[in-house]
């Protein structure tokens, strides 16, 4: 290969990964926000119910910002409507983590706590990053997951610390979904390029600040820390769970029976 | 779920400078979540700048039945009111 198509060849890489990246934020936050969206007129208490409703509505919003921004990279003309609604389950790269349905009221506060405090990390950290759009949407985003942190980690120290019913739920989802946080600093091809170019932090290099966040909210929760997860689990290179086709039916289905509609 | 959570009144300061006004009530089982509820039920609007919680119980009210000999002395000392001063135009809030 000659040294221009080399260069070139590394150029186009990077912007395939660039795409990439930004979906896999925006996916995982669109699915999280819409299993959320679930609970909306069945959550414990009114109060709750409009709480969850408005995290939902942050990790909408986070999720619009950012498939424009990668419709715009890709450049197929695909806008967000199209890439949130005309996409198939192997072609959604969100982590595996936020697609796990809900059950109780403590298993969707552990996913949320889990996934908070990375997307925490995460924001701040992209805040600095080299692309200043994304910078950008990162600054919007890390207030609104600032007190989605304070929320779930609010709850699952008043669940672990609560009753002995509660505390014994909330530990078994913890057990169950813990599996799943192996994937938020598992580094692949596309993470390697787009760090290299400044875009985006080193994952492993989050890993002790949400170690550490997670911890001590465990220990204030008096819940305990199961070991250290080694199934890699692959949402966001599109390898999912049943349960995400039946989450992408119930959200893709007014746009797909009449394509185009506005209400 | 417990459905009895103690209620709190909810005040709201709609921008700097202003009084914290009461707007409504939530149910919360302690304080932190308490500002969170209200946070959640009564700023979706941007009605606010700061909150404050305080439990229901904790407000010692006048009795309806004492209303008379509380409220009534006062209807007529309409002295009371400065209405013979000008207020200008440029004075907002007053």
């Known amino acids: ?263 | 779920m417990n459905q009895d959570w103690p209620l709190f009144e909810v005040f709201i300061r709609s921008r700097a400078g202003l009084e914290h006004r009461h707007v409504g009530s939530i149910h919360a089982a302690d304080p932190a979540m308490a500002i969170e509820h209200a946070r959640d039920v009564y700023t979706r609007r941007q009605e606010g700048v700061s909150l404050w919680v305080v439990p229901s119980a904790a407000i010692i009210a006048s009795d309806p039945a004492e209303a008379d000999s509380l409220f009534e002395p006062a209807r007529d000392k309409v002295y009371r009111h400065p209405t013979f001063y000008e207020i200008p135009d440029e004075v907002k809030n007053l």
Do not use: C
Request: charged share 20%.
């Open chain 1, 1 to 263: 290969m000659s040294a221009p198509a080399a260069i070139q060849d590394a150029a186009s890489g990077l912007a395939a990964a660039h795409v990439t990246y930004v979906l896999r934020l925006a996916d995982t936050s669109l699915i999280l926000g819409q299993r959320l969206g679930e609970w909306v007129g069945h959550a414990p208490q009114l109060e709750e119910d409009l709480g969850l409703a408005n995290l939902a509505l942050d990790l909408i919003g986070q999720a619009r910002l950012l498939l424009s921004y990668a419709g715009e990279l890709e450049g197929r003309g695909r806008d967000e409507d199209a890439l949130a609604f005309l996409r198939d389950a192997p072609q959604f790269v969100n982590l595996s983590l936020v697609e796990q349905p809900n059950r109780d009221f403590g298993h969707t506060i552990v996913r949320q706590w889990l996934t908070d405090t990375w997307q925490l990390l995460l924001y701040e950290a992209l805040t600095h990053s080299s692309d200043a759009r994304l910078a950008a949407i990162a600054a919007k985003a890390v207030k609104e997951t600032r007190y989605h942190q304070r929320f779930s980690s609010g709850w699952l120290v008043r669940l672990g610390d609560g009753t002995a019913e509660s505390h014994e739920r909330v530990q078994r989802s913890l057990d169950e979904l813990w599996r799943f946080t192996h994937e938020l600093f598992a580094a692949d091809e596309t993470d390697a390029l787009v760090a290299a170019a400044g875009i985006a932090p080193e994952l492993a290099a989050l890993e002790p600040a949400w170690s550490a966040r997670i911890t001590a909210d465990l220990q204030a929760a008096t819940l305990t820390r199961p070991p250290a997860a080694a199934y890699p689990w692959h949402g966001k290179r599109g390898a999912h769970s049943e349960h995400l086709s039946h989450l992408l039916a119930e959200m893709q289905q007014l746009p797909r029976a009449h394509p185009g509609v506005q209400w």
